[in-house]
């Protein structure tokens, strides 16, 4: 191969770093108007407490974090290590599947966490772009994926708590929580940004 030709496909090449390179640097596509972001901060968050009507079950809590945008120290904790950080301890860990009208089954983390004589049932996933996911590591893929393919890095944690009675088994408390996820998931696209 001659110079002249070498020439010419380094100055390709460097060309076209160039041009990737210049892409990538523009600014992250924020998904809510910069007015809304502007009131929100750097993340929003949610805390309900739902009770029974009857009054005859224990409250169910909705923790819902969301995050316009994942960067170095601003990404979504997992409950993994905040729960122990607020003085819980995990009893019990697996995970389930989740279903909901018009949408596939997906996974979720099942956490059984202590606290002195208090027992309470945990389920959390990762929520994006109509997306769920109970892994942390696949939700990490697709923050990078989803950054190089849509230049957006915005996601959620979606956490339910229950805590259970004396002597009431977790599938029990169990129910209480799926159906109320049944009840959240249809909604989440409204709230969090596709």
């Given at each position: 191969?001659?110079?002249?030709a070498r020439f010419l496909i380094a100055a390709a090449l460097l060309a076209v770093t160039a041009i990737f390179l210049h892409v990538?640097?523009?600014?992250?596509?924020?998904?809510?108007?910069?007015?809304v972001l502007d009131v929100l901060g750097l993340g929003d968050f949610l805390l309900r407490v739902y009770q029974d009507d009857s009054g005859r079950n224990p409250d169910v809590?909705?923790?819902?974090?969301?995050?316009?945008?994942?960067?170095?120290?601003d990404t979504i904790h997992?409950?993994?290590?905040?729960?122990?950080?607020?003085?819980?301890?995990?009893?019990?860990?697996s995970r389930i599947s989740i279903s909901s009208p018009g949408r596939v089954p997906f996974l979720a983390n099942r956490y059984i966490i202590g606290k002195g004589a208090e027992r309470q049932l945990v389920l959390?996933?990762?929520?994006?772009?109509?997306?769920?996911?109970?892994s942390e590591y696949l939700a990490k893929f697709y923050l990078v994926a989803d950054s190089i393919r849509m230049n957006r890095s915005d996601g959620s944690l979606v956490?339910?708590?229950?805590?259970?009675?004396?002597g009431e088994s977790a599938d029990a408390a169990?129910?209480?929580?799926?159906?109320?996820?049944?009840?959240?998931?249809?909604?989440l696209n409204g709230f969090v940004p596709r």
């Amino acid at each position: 191969m001659n110079s002249s030709a070498r020439f010419l496909i380094a100055a390709a090449l460097l060309a076209v770093t160039a041009i990737f390179l210049h892409v990538r640097s523009r600014n992250e596509l924020v998904a809510i108007p910069q007015d809304v972001l502007d009131v929100l901060g750097l993340g929003d968050f949610l805390l309900r407490v739902y009770q029974d009507d009857s009054g005859r079950n224990p409250d169910v809590d909705l923790f819902l974090a969301y995050f316009p945008s994942q960067r170095a120290g601003d990404t979504i904790h997992s409950p993994k290590h905040c729960l122990p950080g607020a003085g819980w301890s995990p009893i019990e860990a697996s995970r389930i599947s989740i279903s909901s009208p018009g949408r596939v089954p997906f996974l979720a983390n099942r956490y059984i966490i202590g606290k002195g004589a208090e027992r309470q049932l945990v389920l959390y996933w990762y929520w994006a772009h109509d997306r769920a996911v109970a892994s942390e590591y696949l939700a990490k893929f697709y923050l990078v994926a989803d950054s190089i393919r849509m230049n957006r890095s915005d996601g959620s944690l979606v956490r339910v708590t229950t805590p259970l009675r004396s002597g009431e088994s977790a599938d029990a408390a169990q129910d209480r929580l799926l159906a109320f996820a049944g009840k959240v998931v249809p909604v989440l696209n409204g709230f969090v940004p596709r």
